[in-house]
């Protein structure tokens, strides 16, 4: 009996077509029993995710971004918190602009070359357990963050909202924009909790991660955590300065090839750490996967083991 799988569609994302669905869509139909949904809010491919296994579905596939999965993501696992077996697993065809956690899973940046991969990978019966984040009530896939990463997601979206595409040009232009023009680099606002330490900071940035590298811009990796992984628990990237000369020494070690990890003495790195939290004093800027989710003045993370079944 072929697996029952519910085919999510983000028709607005960067790479997503008409011409490429429908590739796509056949080479699935040829292996699974497949149904096909296009979003049509923001928030639309959570509720399709969560209604998907009381639906008897037992596989969830997404083409489109970042966003797309990570919805997806919690409406699985929001709907069937506990019984893991009662969970469809996932599927995520890169449809974005960025694609992180595609290319995190190790597919091809192609989408139809990824559903090559994807049915390779349920005609072999091969699947991985992945662990998640989660911040407050929100889980993320590869990474969350407040303060000035969180500030230029929010200008990106600003920009789209005008009918920009996000490019990895665009990004940049944000990220010096924000920094040079908006973001506050005198105040620190940013204190970091954990178990078994006293509190550091103040920082002006705290980036949670649960893989790396992630990949923003183009093909170029962005390394902030080289030993973040979906087996271990949650990675830390912090700032205590946003001084010139300081900032850019790290983002170019961030964007070296030589895969190391940010140094100095501006910078706090944590690794494998099951909880943490991140206090501020002021409403800061927060993201999670690459969307904007306000602004917050706390923020608890939890490193969630095994919380994910991902066909890939």
């Known amino acids: 009996m072929r697996v029952r799988a519910l085919l999510i569609v983000n028709p607005h994302a960067t790479s997503t077509t008409q011409l490429r669905r429908d590739v796509i869509v056949r080479a699935l139909s040829s292996a699974v029993e497949l149904e096909v949904v296009q979003t049509r809010y923001r928030g639309h491919a959570t509720a ?8 008897g579905f037992r596989l969830v596939l997404t083409f489109g971004g970042d966003g797309t999965v990570n919805e997806v993501v919690n409406g699985i696992l929001g709907a069937n918190p506990v019984n893991g077996d009662a969970r469809p697993a996932l599927g995520a065809l890169p449809g974005g602009n960025a694609n992180v956690f595609t290319r995190a899973m190790g597919l091809p940046t192609d989408p139809v070359d990824a559903a090559g991969q994807v049915l390779a990978a349920l005609t072999e019966g091969r699947s991985q357990s992945i662990g998640l984040g989660l911040a407050g009530d929100r889980y993320f896939t590869f990474n969350a963050g407040l303060g000035l990463d969180a500030e230029v997601v929010r200008a990106v ?12 040009a665009l990004y940049m232009r944000m990220t010096l924009r924000q920094y040079y023009r908006v973001t506050d680099r005198r105040h620190p606002a940013l204190m970091l909790e954990t178990d078994g330490r006293p509190p550091a900071g103040p920082l002006f940035l705290g980036i949670v991660s649960n893989t790396a590298p992630w990949t923003y811009l183009g093909h170029r990796p962005i390394n902030t955590n080289p030993q973040a992984g979906f087996g271990t628990g ?15 020494r790290v983002l170019r070690r961030m964007l ?20 943490l939290t991140l206090r501020a004093t002021r409403p800061v800027a927060f993201q999670v996967d690459g969307e904007y989710m306000g602004e917050h003045e706390r923020v608890r993370f939890l490193s969630v083991p095994d919380a994910l079944r991902v066909i890939a």
Do not use: C, I, K
């Open 234 to 248: 949650l990675d830390v990237f912090a700032l205590r300065s946003l001084r010139t000369v300081s900032t850019f």
């Open 256 to 275: 070296s090839a030589e895969g190391r990890a940010p140094g100095g003495n501006s910078v706090l790195t944590l690794h494998d750490v099951a909880e």
């Open 157 to 168: 979206d600003g920009q789209r909202a005008r009918g920009r595409m996000a490019t990895p």
């Open 48 to 55: 399709l995710a969560a209604a998907a296994g009381h639906d």
